[in-house]
């Protein structure tokens, strides 16, 4: 046996060596498995990191404010539905190819047809064509406001590259590449995939010939590993061999890692947490049933439960059903709380009787959290008298359940993100009668007024406009209380001292969209 | 020779007919999954139309029995479908994902045999013994407790409060080693890089002898057992009478005898290794077939779980046929029982 | 009868048997009244009190939510004892009667039912059940079956085996010379010299079912919460390791408890009632 650890302690000697001996900065970073590489199917937080380093977008979204910025396209115009690009000529993709208007036209004709991950948000775009190398105009079927932030879910796939490497199928386009994509990079982004494993690990590495300059302090190689598990994850931070965590790690973990002196890195702004009151199923078929839960919730006990430090927590106080920051929200300070009067004042009114009906508050086995959020409901509800159970429902499951009205637990607990950081892709998906049935539409909500102020928000031509539709849309939301708003998603990573991520740190530079503080190029590894 | 191989031919032809009936089997099951597969792969905001165009083209709308149809025709072509959770073909999934898990296992094998059978030799030569009750006890703990609380303790122990093993992965981030067989011991050995091997040994450890704990307190019992037994037959005791050295006598004359029905329990051990992979590997973030197989379960990926489960009975009916060789190679008696049955 | 208890009260490592088993089972039973927060065992939150380690009066800490974690492990084990008795009573009869009739029958019954038990032990026992439990709602009542569909199988060939040498001897000649019915000697003959090896395989797998069940509830398949459950806890709490090392280690402990003791039983009946597989 002492020879064993005699032997363990040499190698590990000689690891520590070899670690030193390599001047390479290097990020170590997590999330959950699988890592999707093909940008056409990106829609989960490790697919968007990959994309917005491997993959490059015509736009930007502004870093600390709203807007965006150009990126792969230089400028832009508009009028009416049809947009005009004007392409930078200085991009290289990563395999030398140059990047014309060809491989713009090109990415936007493969998402459409390959129809999965995000291309919804491409529906509406009727045609698009390339008027010169570096001109590409794309018009839509019908006005839709927030087009240009659709864009940062565009990434530019190298046309060249994908046709020499096209894999089986039917037709001209044969797998649109998507064999070769899903196991190589294809873009013009700052970091090169060098070994892509969807369960296990991606390595990046700096693309030298980037077309923006990059901080040397920037990480040379990026490694992105999956699905490691929470207890790995505290212990390899704790030994200095992690250097980024995951959001996802239980808030308890989240505080040890932190009391032990690393650092808090967040990302907000971008979507909420809610619980979804069922509005087809008796009593919350009655909006005094729903508004009497809305105001029994104990909004500030809640948002103790994800605390990770003194003042930070895993959100952020709600105003209402918008989250903070986006058009229509209320201001920051107008925060919700607890009222029992009210409540039980909305509970008198509503046409059921609390003695006649238990509520299901369920909640999603795969986010063990939630499960601290139904015993605190089922708490705050037993004191203005209404019962209710918890019901454990794998996501699977649920969001099968979920496209009848009748199979859709009372309360389902879910966060919702805007994919593009606008509230179209925030609201839209949840409350428009045509988009009920779906894991988040939970409410089943089919209010003419709602649905007619959504589309307002989508068609107003000028931001007063869409401000004003949200507006009135938050009012509305909130007095038929389709939801409780239980608090604006605050996402929070864990880094380790040395790490220095400005997009995650200074609100100045946070580019509201989910993910995006990922750009490794911003990153600085001492 | 030659009876062997009519053996051989004789279980493989019976292992095919297994296997088709786990297909069915296993097909019927991932079939009756309640739930839209194409819905939950595409998510929420896809629309109507997506969801019915990849539910076509996944033969979800047509009935079990063509699905069926359509999934032998794949399978003749050595296609197992698309998975919904990897976006890639299975087949490709299972080539990534098998050797680490059959790293593990075979790891795992071999600690068992190793350290199992000793103990149980050990034990046998002092039945009744302090040491005989030592052994018993340690090997009814290890089959007592499921793999994956083995796996918490041993992580626990030798990772978190004694840092001597790593706690997650098959090997140290700075070997970069070709992935030629995807077995990292047999790959880091083309590459010539030992340090790498050993790296790789040392992150196969812990995982591996978690695995393999209930497998060596089985192949200690019943080593044991059976060794005590031959122990007791006439020619030992005359062997014993002539004076021949105890070890002697029980390496030569004991242990060959009961190897035989040891054998054909490590078969069964390894199956059920196969099986309880997939708990330490959730552990250990070990990134095999058997977290995969978890994780499309719990999405209800129809193909990505007929071809899990294919695979690993697949690999199970082949180990099983293995130690039938190898007892026919041992004692020719079995092979003519059984022909006689 | 007297003559096996009095062999296993002769035995330091049986006797041990039985007083866990004895611990286990009486304080499972008699739960509501030996542990300090029987409530705990439901949707209970208590945040002032949330992942204690082990302190008077929670011996074993509490869990993320503040429940009493011993409390919550003795819960654990009337469940984990109904299940495997459930599981036992379902699967044994019918394992049993497949054995024997392929066994005693032969031909094409024994093709057919022999093929089909190799079917379903071919694939592994723990993979079998995850499909199954995939398949349906994770509720205890499903989880029984998922267990059960993969141990009948056991029964049947250990079954079939006895029966391929029990067909051959004297008293089943006999009765066929005499001319009893199938049935007869089948049930009636047959069957009752199977009963000490399956006594002592139930008495073995009471304790693999139940490592079963917590291997299913670990993987998330299993019997949900609030109920109670060693596997689920066991997996919860894997997320806090180091830190909140108890909401781990003491469930673990409490399977290999269990499982522990029925181990121990069992090995004794095996010495007693003299047969090795």
Redesign the interface.
């Known amino acids: 046996m002492l020879k064993l650890t005699r032997l363990v302690a040499v190698v590990a000697a000689l690891a520590a060596l070899s670690t030193a001996a390599l001047a390479e900065r290097v990020l170590r970073v997590d999330e959950v498995a699988v890592g999707e590489l093909d940008p056409a199917k990106a829609s989960d937080y490790a697919d968007s990191m990959l994309m917005f380093n491997v993959y490059d977008t015509l736009v930007l979204p502004r870093q600390g404010g709203p807007g965006h910025v150009p990126h792969l396209a230089e400028s832009w115009e508009q009028s009416g539905n049809d947009y005009t690009f004007k392409l930078r000529s200085d991009v290289k993709f990563q395999s030398g190819n140059s990047m014309t208007a060809e491989d713009v036209v090109f990415s936007m004709e493969r998402m459409q047809t390959i129809g999965q991950g995000l291309s919804f948000l491409f529906v509406d775009v009727e045609s698009i064509e390339a008027l010169d190398a570096h001109t590409v105009r794309i018009s839509l079927s019908r006005p839709y406001a927030p087009f240009l932030s659709s864009l940062v879910r565009l990434p530019i796939v190298d046309k060249a590259l994908v046709m020499a490497n096209l894999g089986e199928g039917e037709g001209e386009m044969k797998d649109w590449g998507q064999a070769y994509l899903s196991a190589n990079g294809g873009g013009s982004g700052a970091y090169m995939v060098e070994s892509h494993n969807p369960q296990d690990e991606t390595v990046m590495v700096k693309n030298p010939g980037y077309f923006l300059p990059i901080s040397d302090m920037a990480p040379d190689r990026v490694r992105l590993r999956y699905g490691l598990e929470a207890a790995t994850v505290r212990t390899l931070v704790a030994q200095g061999e992690h250097d980024i965590t995951s959001q996802w790690l239980p808030p308890e973990v989240k505080r040890a890692l932190v009391s032990d002196g690393n650092q808090i890195l967040t990302e907000g702004g971008t979507g909420s947490f809610y619980f979804k009151l069922n509005s087809q199923k008796a009593p919350f078929d009655d909006v005094h049933c729903r508004l009497a839960v809305a105001n029994a919730y104990d909004y500030t006990s809640g948002l103790k439960l994800v605390e990770i430090a003194e003042g930070v927590a895993e959100g952020t106080p709600s105003t209402g059903a918008i989250s903070v920051g986006m058009f229509g929200a209320n201001p920051a300070d107008q925060t919700l709380s607890r009222d029992l009067d009210g409540a039980k004042a909305h509970l008198a009114q509503c046409m059921h009787d609390p003695a006649d009906f238990s509520i299901e508050i369920s909640w999603i086995a795969e986010v063990p959290v939630e499960e601290r959020f139904a015993l605190l409901l089922q708490a705050n509800l037993a004191e203005i008298g209404i019962k209710s159970s918890i019901t454990k429902i794998p996501w699977a499951v649920f969001s099968s359940n979920v496209e009848s009205a009748e199979n859709t637990p009372h309360v389902s607990q879910l966060f919702v993100t805007a994919v593009t950081g606008d509230p179209d892709t925030l609201l839209w998906g949840q409350y428009h009668s045509t988009a009920a049935g779906t894991w988040q539409s939970a409410e089943h909500l089919n209010d003419s007024e709602v649905d007619s102020l959504l589309e307002a928000g989508r068609t107003a031509t000028t931001d007063e406009g869409r401000e004003e539709a949200y507006a009135a849309l938050n009012q509305r939301l909130q007095a038929i209380a389709a939801s409780v708003y239980v608090f604006d998603r605050q996402t929070v990573f864990v880094g380790r001292p040395g790490i220095n991520v400005p997009a995650l740190s200074d609100p100045e530079m946070a580019f509201g969209l989910d993910s995006m503080g990922f750009a490794f190029r911003l990153i600085e590894v001492e | 020779m030659k009876a062997v191989l009519g053996l051989l031919a004789g279980r493989l032809a019976i292992s095919t007919l297994v296997l088709a009936g786990v297909s069915v089997l296993i097909f019927g099951i991932a079939r009756v999954i309640p739930g839209n597969p194409a819905r939950i792969a595409l998510g929420p905001n896809a629309t109507k139309e997506q969801v019915a165009k990849l539910a076509a083209e996944l033969h979800l709308d047509e009935p079990i029995w063509i699905q069926y149809g359509h999934f032998v025709r794949d399978l003749s072509r050595g296609e197992l479908g698309i998975s919904l959770y990897t976006n890639r073909p299975v087949t490709t999934d299972i080539a990534q994902f098998l050797p680490a898990t059959l790293e593990l296992v075979l790891i795992a094998g071999i600690l068992m045999i190793g350290i199992g059978l000793p103990l149980g030799m050990v034990a046998a030569k002092y039945r009744g013994g302090f040491v005989d009750n030592l052994v018993r006890i340690v090997s009814l703990l290890g089959v007592s407790a499921p793999s994956f609380v083995w796996a918490v303790i041993l992580m626990l122990l030798f990772a978190f409060y004694l840092p001597l093993f790593p706690i997650a992965g098959r090997i140290d981030t700075e070997f970069a080693i070709e992935h030629v067989t995807g077995f990292l011991l047999v790959d880091s050995l083309i590459a010539g890089e030992f340090r790498a091997f050993g790296n790789a040994m040392w992150h196969l450890f812990l995982p591996a002898f978690a695995l393999s704990l209930s497998g060596i307190g089985q192949a200690a019992r019943l080593t044991r057992a059976n060794m005590v037994e031959t122990y007791e037959k006439p020619y030992i005791e005359m062997a014993r009478s002539y004076g021949f050295p105890a070890w002697r006598i029980a390496r030569r004359y004991a242990f060959k005898p009961s190897l035989i029905p040891s054998l054909t329990i490590i078969g069964l051990d390894f199956a059920a290794m196969l099986g309880n992979a997939f708990l330490v590997e959730a552990i250990f973030a070990w990134p095999g077939l058997s977290r995969y197989g978890v994780a499309v379960i719990l999405r209800k990926d129809l193909n990505a779980i007929v071809g899990t489960v294919l695979i690993i009975s697949a690999a199970f009916l082949i180990a099983n046929l293995i130690v039938d060789l190898l007892i026919a190679l041992l004692n020719p008696r079995i092979r003519y029982a059984r022909s006689a049955r | 009868m007297t003559r096996t208890v009095r062999i296993i009260l002769s035995s330091p ?1 049986s006797i041990t048997g039985v007083l866990l088993i004895g611990f286990v089972v009486l304080s499972a039973v008699f739960a509501d009244l030996v542990t300090p927060f029987p409530e705990h065992s439901g ?1 209970v ?1 208590d ?1 002032a009190k949330l ?1 204690q380690p082990p302190q008077w009066p929670n011996i074993m800490g509490t869990d ?2 503040g429940r009493d974690l011993f409390s919550r492990i003795i819960f654990a084990y009337r469940i984990s004892l109904v299940l495997g008795v459930v599981v036992l009573v379902l699967a044994v009869p019918t394992g049993v009667t497949i054995g024997l009739v392929a066994g005693y029958l032969g031909g094409w019954p024994r093709f057919v039912l022999m ?2 038990t ?3 032990l ?6 079998l059940a ?6 349906l ?2 509720t205890l009542m499903n989880g029984m079956i998922a267990v059960t569909v993969m141990w009948w199988p056991w029964y049947s060939r250990l079954v079939y085996n006895i029966v ?1 040498a029990e067909r051959e001897e004297g008293y089943v000649l006999a009765a066929e010379i005499i001319g009893a019915s199938r049935l007869h000697i089948m049930f009636r003959e047959i069957l009752p010299n199977c009963f000490p090896a399956i006594i002592t395989k139930m008495t073995l797998d009471l ?1 693999f079912v139940i ?2 069940a ?2 299913l509830s ?4 299993g019997v ?3 109920t109670p459950d060693l ?1 689920s806890m ?3 709490g ?8 108890w909401l ?2 003491f469930p ?1 402990l409490a ?2 408890i269990a ?2 003791g029925f ?2 039983l069992g ?1 004794a009946l095996r010495d007693i009632l003299g047969n ?2």
Request: glycine share 8%.
């Open positions: 490592l949707t939150v945040f992942n993320l939510v093929r089909t190799d079917v379903f071919s694939i592994p026992p723990l993979v995850m499909s199954i439990m995939g398949v709602e994770p391929l304790g490592l079963i917590s291997s670990f993987l998330g398949l949900q919460p609030p596997g066991v997996a919860e894997a997320k806090y390791l180091p830190d909140s090392w781990t280690v673990g399977i290999l499982v522990f181990n121990l090995d090795e597989q």
